[in-house]
DNA sequence: ATAACATATGTTAATAATAACATATTTATA
DNA sequence: TATAAATATGTTATTATTAACATATGTTAT
């Protein structure tokens, strides 16, 4: 009996992942998050920051909301953005250090 | 004198970062790493496990290469594929484990 | 209640990603 | 060397992302 027994990525799971990921591979997004990590901001603060429109600002947060990532309080006027999943973050600065590695290994252009 | 000092992901990493996660952001792809975590594959072997279209394969395949994700090597007619990059899988992984953390803490649908 | 500020949401045009199909290369064998 | 098998590459239509702009909603202070 031949059986390689080979494992597949189960739907749910794909799916989920592709979420995520879909989510990190924006740079305003990642760049928002990174933001987050470090401070509690407001749709202008982090406009300002990142000199990024209002609109696409919030957007972008809608977005990460959408999927949990983030979560939000109006105080005042404005509304401020923290994480609401710092494990997420651990992906991310894996992943920044991993590019950091691979901008290091590489032996020509690309 | 006020200095918040927030800081900001650099370009280079940036855009490395937004590069992986696009990659990784595929569903195809995705599946492709992980069978190649598991056992070096050959075109027609990927396709048929995960039932899709050979030219699709190999441009996805070439797609992982150009970023350096996976490494070939031609045997008889074949060509088959393999990881060059095991670190990236942490990254996959640690996102795989995360969906799952995020579908168990869903509330209600989304 | 109205004005001003902050943010959200709707819409659209430009761009990028994807899959599908056709064709070209490469390799092994008759 | 001709053929078949395996893979790669080119091209295109469909769909998804993005940013930009316009407008609406919510919040505070006058």
Same mark, same amino acid.
């Given at each position: 009996?031949?059986? !390689?027994?080979? +494992?597949?990525? %189960?739907? &749910? +799971?794909?799916? =989920?992942?592709? &979420?995520?990921?879909?989510?990190?591979? @924006?740079?305003?997004?990642?760049?928002?998050?990174?933001?987050?990590? #470090? &401070?509690?901001?407001?749709? &202008? =603060?982090? $406009? $300002?920051?990142?000199?990024? =429109? #209002?609109?696409?600002?919030?957007? #972008?947060? *809608?977005?990460?909301?959408?999927?949990?990532?983030?979560?939000?309080?109006?105080? $005042?006027?404005?509304?401020?953005?923290?994480?609401? !999943?710092?494990?997420?973050? %651990?992906?991310? @600065?894996?992943?920044? *250090? +991993?590019? !950091?590695?691979?901008?290091?290994?590489?032996? +020509?252009?690309?």
């Amino acid at each position: 009996m031949k059986q !390689d027994s080979i +494992h597949l990525i %189960d739907e &749910k +799971h794909l799916k =989920e992942s592709q &979420k995520i990921f879909k989510l990190l591979s @924006n740079p305003t997004r990642l760049q928002m998050l990174h933001l987050l990590e #470090q &401070k509690r901001l407001n749709v &202008k =603060e982090i $406009g $300002g920051i990142l000199n990024v =429109e #209002q609109s696409v600002v919030s957007h #972008q947060l *809608a977005h990460l909301k959408k999927f949990q990532l983030v979560s939000s309080e109006q105080i $005042g006027k404005a509304r401020y953005y923290q994480l609401n !999943d710092p494990h997420i973050l %651990d992906v991310v @600065n894996e992943t920044i *250090a +991993h590019s !950091d590695h691979v901008m290091r290994g590489k032996k +020509h252009g690309e």
